[in-house]
């Protein structure tokens, strides 16, 4: 089953330990090639802060935005509910400022700690109280920080995820301005040509 395939399921009847192992063969997921790890790279730098922050990654999965971020300079924290999944992150970063912790994503285990950035791709659609989610994850941020999601409807036939403009909605009791950025006309993101909803939705107070 590829990643995408996967994604077609819902998250909460999948094995992510067992996915651990070929998760990254997705060029979106492992970054592998280099067109495409240069276009989050890019992606990335326009959504964080130009200089050195917190930055929480949220179902960091493997670790690979995560890496991302930390050789952009900031220091990130990243949460997998997946042990597997952390495992593998845990062996990328090889002295970049990057930690790894199991945990779930709607609730993680971060104690009090502020951050610049709360980071999270492909997580909201899957969690059942979205709303909830979000309000948790707002509370995490520092005064100024901001809420980076990557989201999306996934699939034609029998389509899973959620759209942009739901998500608007969620974080209108909590974010003073909500930017949204469509990435499906980006085929380096992904790889190849898409044809879904995919987008990241950027927040501040």
């Known amino acids: 089953m590829t990643a995408d395939e996967a994604t077609m ?35 990335l730098r326009s959504w964080l802060p130009g200089t050195a922050c917190d930055v929480l990654d949220l179902g960091c999965g493997t670790g690979s935005l995560s890496l991302l971020a930390a050789e952009q300079g900031h220091r990130v924290t990243g949460v997998d509910l997946s042990p597997a999944m952390v495992e593998l992150a845990r062996a990328k970063p090889a002295g970049r400022d990057a930690v790894f ?47 980076v999601l990557v989201e999306g409807v996934w699939g034609t036939v029998a389509p899973v995820g959620m759209a942009a403009e739901r998500v608007r909605e969620l974080l209108a009791p909590v974010a003073g301005a909500v930017r949204v950025e469509r990435l499906s006309q980006d085929p380096a993101l992904w790889g190849r040509v898409v044809d879904d909803e995919r987008y990241a939705v950027v927040a501040q107070g």
């Open 9 to 43: 399921t819902s998250a909460n009847d999948l094995d992510w330990d067992a996915l651990a192992a070929t998760f990254d063969d997705e060029p979106d997921h492992g970054l592998r090639d280099p067109e495409v790890r240069d276009a989050w790279a890019r992606r």
């Open 101 to 147: 912790l199991v945990g779930d994503a709607a609730a993680p285990p971060v104690g009090e700690r502020r951050f610049d950035v709360v980071l999270v791709r492909h997580v909201l659609w899957a969690l059942p109280d979205p709303g909830r989610a979000l309000r948790h994850w707002w509370a995490l941020l520092r005064p100024g920080g901001r809420l």
